[in-house]
């Protein structure tokens, strides 16, 4: 029963990154965030210089990891971000980690 309320709160999202976020440890500081705020999922580069995020938990945690991928760190300068939500059924993630640039 408690497994069902929780899934019930779990949402995910896809969310895309534009601007100076690559070459810069973009995605081990997202790794680092997502670990703090408890969010599972993963992030990757992309070829068009862009960086790609799933990510998955409770609508409060993924609000503060989307808000940190807007403001990025202080060496990232993002334009823009692209939030699409992630409609059930979903994978659900046992972690957050760093993948291969697509």
């Known amino acids: 029963m ?3 309320q929780k ?6 999202r896809l969310v895309r990154v534009r601007g100076i976020v690559q070459g810069i440890g973009y995605r081990e500081a997202c790794v680092r965030h997502a670990h703090a705020l408890g969010v599972t999922g993963w992030v990757r580069n992309r070829m068009d ?3 790609e ?3 998955q938990g ?3 945690q ?3 990891m ?3 991928l807007s403001e990025g760190m202080s060496a990232a300068l993002v334009d823009g971000l692209e939030v699409t939500e992630v409609a059930p059924p979903f994978a659900r993630f046992e972690h957050f ?3 291969p640039t697509l």
């Open 2 to 4: 408690e497994d069902e």
């Open 7 to 12: 899934d019930g709160m779990l949402e995910t």
């Open 49 to 51: 210089g862009s960086v």
């Open 53 to 55: 995020a799933m990510v």
């Open 58 to 60: 409770s609508p409060e």
């Open 62 to 64: 993924l609000a503060d």
């Open 66 to 68: 989307c808000s940190w």
């Open 97 to 99: 980690e760093r993948l």
